[in-house]
Nanobody
Framework: QVQLVESGGGLVQAGGSLRLSCVAS????????MAWFRQAPGKEREFVAA????????YYTDSVKGRFSISRDNAKNTVYLQMNSLKPEDTADYYC?????????????????WGQGTQVTVSS
């Protein structure tokens, strides 16, 4: 069993930055693929970014490429999402997720563990 706890959300003006963190506890963190998803009000959950167990493979959805950066520190059991040049359309609840297999990184239903989410609001 893996428990995930996100933090770092908040209110920021357009163009600003936030850094989300997700701390994992339980089974071996370094063996899991980690990802960030988001869900805006009235919209479906959307894949944002994913990182393989050793950071060697990283994927982003097109809308955040060049602005967001995912990273992990296996010694701290933590995955990060650095968000720069934020836009109002980035407003959403952001969720951390974990799974053990490397396939189909952008599909939420393939992830085994989820955090409770952290809210990000970007004002115009």
């Amino acid at each position: 069993q893996v428990q995930l706890v996100e933090s770092g959300g908040g209110l920021v003006q357009a163009g600003g930055s936030l850094r989300l963190s997700c701390v994992a506890s339980g089974r071996t963190f370094s063996s899991y693929v980690m990802a960030w998803f988001r869900q805006a009000p009235g919209k479906e959950r959307e894949f944002v970014a994913a990182i393989s167990w050793n950071g060697g493979r990283i994927y982003y959805t097109d809308s955040v490429k060049g602005r967001f950066s995912i990273s992990r520190d296996n010694a701290k059991n933590t995955v990060y999402l650095q968000m720069n040049s934020l836009k109002p359309e980035d407003t959403a609840d952001y969720y951390c997720a974990a799974k053990s297999d490397i396939g189909t990184l952008s599909v939420g239903s393939t992830y085994d563990y989820w955090g409770q989410g952290t809210q990000v609001t970007v004002s115009s």
